[in-house]
């Protein structure tokens, strides 16, 4: 069969599938049955790395002699359904040693495997061939597996190690303003991503106004980024999915790590409770900006006369997780995160005996992601994973003030406070049933309890001489809404070079006596040219039920999520992409993409709206729906191994909104409509001893509002006439482009007690002005007349950073 | 360490500012055309130069060279003459419900053109008043409210602005202040406040009330409102609903927004409406009833 024919095929099916959506069971019903075969036996089991005992996520398991093959899942888990008779099975993934095993397979049997990451550097070629192998053979396109150790090897600001900050140098994945963590991906907004810890939302990842995230490289085993071609299993967001996964802890022996860094220190220590039996891991950070100031901002205050003065910044992070294995066939897992931005301001003034005057402000914003999950092995072909999740995310700001009335036991008081946030209960259940080897089905329920605080703003007041007083609370009640996903899918491969991903999910929302649902179809297909080249594509329908009214500069944590009402519809998305894959030599594959994104029910402010506004209740009335659109392509060249890896990336993207409101109907960019983005990363490691980290990046600049140029009013006042400075057109003037250089070095010494790294780095070693804000000002002449002009503010200049980390 | 941090957050906070380059090519200037043509009225159109927007307001100058083409219903009706300061006026009247189109030629700049629709006359049948109780954040107050009654035409887009004049009478002294010498009678437009459904957000506060037929097309409807100021015994207030075409109510809309919101840092940015084709500015169109109270 050629491929134009299969692809004819496959069109015609796809076709069929999206256009007669309730004929979806049915085929996926005969899809689901066929392929029963004769007598086979299963071979299943977990894999794991054989120095820490942690489960290894995506690693290929693969018959040399029946030439088929599988994966682990997400909780390292196998199955791999053969003939009777002998097979040799080869057991790979990037990052580890390559292992072979051969069987005489005469019953089910599981086998657990454990890998090492000791020979590597011997077999360096082996382990390459798979993994470029395992990215052509896949049917999942836009998806990118990031190493948590290559990550850590490159260069960041501050010297702290970011995996948002690391994804955004993804073809796709483009970053807001400067140093900020916020994700858009093929033209979606900062809200159309689903974060995942360990199957948790975590609806904030920004700490510090989003120059740093809230994930803690150290806690973290696995991330993977999907950016398209989306397959049933994942929904409620329209453009990505990012799932990271929390190291279990090793279940051999006590490890510890840390490092001391310019702003934050961290420390981890992970260790089995019972070995082989249960092991758990705590992981925690924090910065100590306030601590270190703390004798500059008393010195400060006392200069200013202030009995008392305290102000201060820091955030903190703690991840644990315990794991514990019931018995052979059922896990138990129990994580926790919680991380806490916090600023605040004290100060206290005495005038003469019982007359002061004391103030407080403080202001904290943090997640709270809590899951318990539990796997059990049903039979060799069927795994489940059921997973009970709880997360909060609260903001709060706060003021207070009182002054003591000097002769009196009265006084004056006034308080503030203004909170939000969006608490989830929720319950998940999904099967992995993998009948034979042509056949990998997931299904699963999902539903979600939200709970939306949209903010609520309480005041209270009084003063002792007039008798007055004031306590009155502003604001939204709570919004509770059920949000429910079912799906199923199914990894079919139909012959050695075709193979596809077919799936369907439906999603629900239940919210003020409104339900809103879908059924989203879901199709991907690879086709295998040759070992080395494989086409891919993908077509797959999302909807999204929350929402977040953000600021359309920075993150900033008063950003609120929302549900959908009867107003404001879901954001409902369609993306279609087609690509290939190819593997250049043993060391280096090269990817190419294409896609087109239709959405709908998009959310931006109206023009002129306040992001700032004591309308508590207004937010609907504040915000225009309309839809979008996005196609670009993404090339990606990477090495794997070697001395040298890394990748290059490049995005050629276009990415527009219409909203009938909005620019007067006229379609306008969106505002990180970025035509040419370009990341270059590179590890070169020199020796055992050190290694360097070196990344480039290049951007478009970020479409903004401004006026160009001005001109008169209609009503012109014969003494003065104010001119019109209006933009032409929504987000139609471009900022300079963006670009920056940064470098590290790492310089690791094996000590008695473990290894001890320092690594030295440079942020934007060349210095590079890029733009932050833009803004009109006035400047005078020498002769005294102003004139106006047209300024920048950059953020950061050159930063270099050291830090020392330890591993024991 | 405690050095080192110093220089850390030194750098970290050093937040740079420059001025960049903003160059405007003398090829992508345009004229502007600024007018509002009245029902019954001689069609009186402004042109003039836009500028860039570093450049200084006096450069905007008005244009006085230019050939201005006036169409009624697609038929040339005539060119328009040159009167002064950049206003070129028609020799005949605006008709009702006509369409107008102006061409503009000029030699260094493209030819601009744009198109309105003269729109339907909406009278005030009556106006009525009320004394209410107002509540600011300082305190409560009885003030009167001003009712003003018109019948939607059916079937038809309709946009309105409302204004208010009013007129007093001023008086001229003698040197000791105690004889008047003379009197003038002043005419000012007035300062609206309403919450009245019909205005976007439910709410307006300015010297024009904009607002559309949305929510009462067709219907005889009483829009409420009240003026800020009083001006005593023998004053007078004319109450003009101009009945207007969509792009004026767009253009007069949006430069409304663009000033509530133009040192607002935390604001949507506000795009002026432009309906001039190679150009800037507004062509727009009005016609207007009058009711004195």
């Known amino acids: ?808 | 360490m405690r050095y080192l941090f110093f220089v850390v957050v030194a750098i970290m906070f050093f937040s740079c500012e420059k001025e960049i380059d903003m160059t405007f090519p003398e090829k992508d200037r345009r004229i502007t055309i600024n007018a509002e043509i009245k029902s019954d009225s001689i069609v009186q159109v402004h042109l003039s130069k836009s500028i860039g927007v570093l450049e200084l307001d006096k450069n905007a100058d008005s244009i006085a060279d230019a050939a201005v083409f006036l169409y009624e219903n697609n038929v040339l009706l005539e060119q328009l003459h040159y009167v002064d300061s950049g206003y070129y006026r028609s020799s005949t009247k605006a008709k009702p419900n006509a369409i107008y189109k102006l061409q503009v030629n000029h030699k260094t700049y493209p030819t601009a053109s744009a198109q309105t629709r003269i729109p339907s006359k909406v009278m005030i049948t009556k106006i009525d008043t009320v004394t209410k109780k107002v509540d600011d954040q300082m305190n409560s107050y009885m003030a009167l409210h001003h009712k003003i009654t018109f019948t939607d035409p059916a079937d038809e887009d309709n946009y309105y602005a409302l204004t208010v004049y009013g007129s007093y009478m001023e008086y001229i002294y003698d040197d000791w202040y105690y004889m008047v010498k003379d009197s003038i009678k002043r005419t000012e437009k007035q300062y609206i406040t309403s919450t009245d459904m019909v205005l976007e957000d439910g709410v307006g506060s300015d010297n024009v009330l904009l607002f559309t037929d949305n929510l009462i097309n067709g219907r005889t409807y009483s829009l409420e409102c009240m003026i800020n100021s009083y001006y005593g015994w023998g004053s007078t207030y004319q109450f003009h609903l101009k009945s207007i075409s969509k792009d004026l109510y767009l253009y007069l809309m949006s430069k409304q927004k663009s000033g509530y919101t133009k040192n607002n840092p935390f604001a949507e940015p506000v795009t002026v409406y432009n309906n001039i084709t190679n150009g800037f500015g507004i062509l727009g169109a009005s016609t207007v009833s009058i009711k004195e109270f």
Not at chain 1, 16 to 25: C, P, R, S, V
Not at chain 1, 86 to 96: A, D, N, Q
Not at chain 1, 258 to 287: M, Q
Not at chain 1, 449 to 466: E, N, Q, R
């Open chain 1, 1 to 808: 069969m050629t491929f134009i024919r299969v692809f004819q095929r496959l069109c015609v099916l796809a076709k069929i599938i999206f256009m007669q959506k309730n004929q979806l069971f049915l085929f996926f019903l005969l899809i689901f049955y066929c392929g029963v075969h004769a007598q086979n036996y299963t071979i299943s089991g977990f894999v794991a790395d054989s120095s820490t005992g942690e489960k290894v996520i995506g690693a290929s398991i693969f018959d040399t002699i029946s030439k088929n093959g599988t994966g682990t899942n997400d909780f390292g888990f196998y199955s791999l359904t053969l003939p009777k008779g002998k097979h040799v099975l080869r057991y790979s993934t990037m990052g580890f040693e390559t292992i072979y095993k051969t069987i005489d397979l005469q019953k089910n049997i599981s086998i657990p495997v454990k890998i090492s990451t000791q020979a590597i550097t011997l077999k360096e070629v082996e382990i390459t061939v798979d993994h470029t192998k395992q990215k052509v053979e896949s049917t999942q396109m836009s998806s990118f597996d990031i190493p948590i150790s290559a990550v850590k090897s490159l260069p960041f600001i501050m010297g702290e190690v970011d995996i948002i900050k690391s994804i955004q140098l993804l073809p796709g994945i483009k970053g807001g303003t400067e140093g900020t963590s916020g994700l858009y991906v093929r033209g979606g907004g900062p809200d159309q991503n689903l974060i995942l810890l360990d199957g948790v939302p975590v609806y904030n990842v920004n700490h510090l106004f989003g120059f740093f995230s809230v994930f803690n490289a150290d806690a973290i085993n696995h991330v993977k980024m999907t950016t398209g071609g989306f397959p049933a299993r994942y929904g409620s967001r329209l453009s990505s999915v990012l799932d990271i996964h929390m190291k279990e802890g090793n279940t051999n022996k006590l490890k510890g790590e840390g490092s001391i860094g310019l702003i934050a220190s961290k420390f981890t220590i992970e260790g089995p409770i019972k070995k082989d039996k249960a092991s758990f891991i705590i992981s925690g950070r924090r910065t100590y900006i306030d601590v270190l100031a703390k004798p500059i901002i008393a010195a400060i205050g006392k200069s200013q006369n202030f009995e008392k003065f305290g102000v201060g910044y820091y955030f903190y992070d703690l991840n644990s997780k315990i794991n514990y294995k019931i018995t052979e066939r059922s896990h138990l897992y129990l994580s926790a995160y919680t991380g806490t931005d916090k600023a605040f301001m004290r100060m206290r003034e005495t005038f003469a005996k019982d007359d002061y005057s004391e103030s407080t402000a403080d202001i904290h914003w943090g997640n709270l992601t809590t899951a318990a999950r539990w796997n059990y092995k049903w039979t060799d072909k069927l795994f489940s994973n059921a997973t009970l999740t709880y997360s909060n995310y609260e903001f709060f700001t706060g003021s207070e003030s009182i002054n003591k009335i000097p002769q009196s036991k009265k006084e004056d008081t006034f308080s503030m406070n203004y909170s939000s946030g969006i608490k989830d209960w929720s319950i998940k259940y999904d099967v992995d049933y993998i009948p034979n080897p042509k056949h990998y089905i997931k299904a699963g329920g999902h539903a979600i309890y939200h709970t939306f605080s949209p903010g609520v703003l309480a005041f209270k007041t009084s003063y002792a001489d007039d008798n007055f007083k004031m306590d009155t609370t502003f604001g939204s009640s709570n919004i509770y809404a059920w949000e429910t996903a079912l799906y199923i899918e199914d990894d079919y491969t139909i012959t050695e070079k075709l193979k596809m991903n077919i799936g369907f999910r439906h999603s629900g929302f239940f919210v003020q006596e409104n339900y809103y649902n879908e059924i989203e179809p879901r199709f991907a297909f690879r086709y295998l040219i040759n070992p080395a080249w494989s086409v891919k594509a993908g077509v797959s329908e999302m909807n999204q039920y929350i929402l977040l009214l953000s600021n359309s500069t920075i993150g900033l944590p008063t950003d609120l999520w929302v549900p959908v009402t009867q107003k404001i519809k879901p954001m409902h998305g369609m993306q279609y992409g087609i690509g290939v894959t190819h593997a250049i030599n043993k060391q280096i594959d090269v990817s190419v993409e294409t896609y087109y994104k239709e959405m709908k029910n998009l959310i931006e402010y109206k023009e002129g709206a306040s992001y700032f506004s004591v309308e508590q209740n207004s937010w609907e009335n504040k915000v225009e729906q309309g839809k979008g659109d996005a196609y670009g392509a993404e090339v990606l060249i990477q090495k794997h191994a070697g001395k040298l890896t890394g990748w290059i990336g490049y995005t050629l993207a276009w990415s527009t909104r219409t909203f009938e409101n909005l620019n007067f109907g006229k379609s306008f960019p969106y505002r990180y409509d970025r035509r040419h983005d370009i990341s270059v990363v590179a590890n070169y490691k020199f020796s055992e001893k050190i290694d360097m980290g070196m990344v480039w990046v290049y951007g478009t600049g970020n479409a903004v509002t401004m006026p160009t140029y001005k001109y008169q009013p209609l009503e012109i006042n014969p003494w003065y006439t104010e001119l019109i400075e209006s933009p032409e057109s929504r987000n139609a003037f471009r900022m300079p482009s963006y670009h920056r250089l940064d470098v590290s070095i790492n310089i690791h010494k094996q000590k008695k007690r473990g290894m001890r790294t320092w690594s030295f780095g440079l942020y934007n070693a060349y210095s590079r002005q890029n733009p932050f804000y833009l803004f009109f000002d006035r400047e005078y002449s020498d002769s005294g007349q102003s004139y106006p002009v047209l300024k920048q503010i950059s953020l950061f200049p050159l930063i270099p950073s050291v830090s020392y980390s330890f591993k024991f």
